[in-house]
Nanobody, 127 residues
Framework: QVQLVESGGGLVQAGDSLRLSCAAS????????MGWFRQAPGKEREFVGV????????YYADSMKGRFPISRDNAVNMVYLQMNSLKPEDTAVYYC????????????????????WGQGTQVTVSS
């Protein structure tokens, strides 16, 4: 079992930056990747990006590329989502997720392919 807890959400203004954290516990060595998703009210959960636990390779949704870099610190079992130049349309609940299979990063662009999810953290961007 793997437990994931997100933190760092809040209310910010357009143009601000915010860093979300995801703390993993339990059988963290079984994780192959950790991903970030977001879900705005009335919309489906949307892929943001994913990072491989070993090696640090990343893959992003085209719309997020360059603005929302993902990093990890395996020593403390943390993954981070740095959100820059925030816009009101970035308002959503942000979730981290863990995948166990050593498949390609593009495989993990699909939310159905993850094994564990956190409870989410709310990010609200005011105009």
């Amino acid at each position: 079992q793997v437990q994931l807890v997100e933190s760092g959400g809040g209310l910010v203004q357009a143009g601000d930056s915010l860093r979300l954290s995801c703390a993993a516990s339990g059988r963290t060595v079984s994780m192959s990747v950790m991903g970030w998703f977001r879900q705005a009210p009335g919309k489906e959960r949307e892929f943001v990006g994913v990072i491989r636990r070993v090696g640090g390779g990343t893959y992003y949704a085209d719309s997020m590329k360059g603005r929302f870099p993902i990093s990890r610190d395996n020593a403390v079992n943390m993954v981070y989502l740095q959100m820059n130049s925030l816009k009101p349309e970035d308002t959503a609940v942000y979730y981290c997720a863990a995948g166990l299979k050593a498949y390609s990063l593009t495989y993990y662009g699909n939310r159905e392919n993850y094994d564990y999810w956190g409870q989410g953290t709310q990010v609200t961007v005011s105009s």
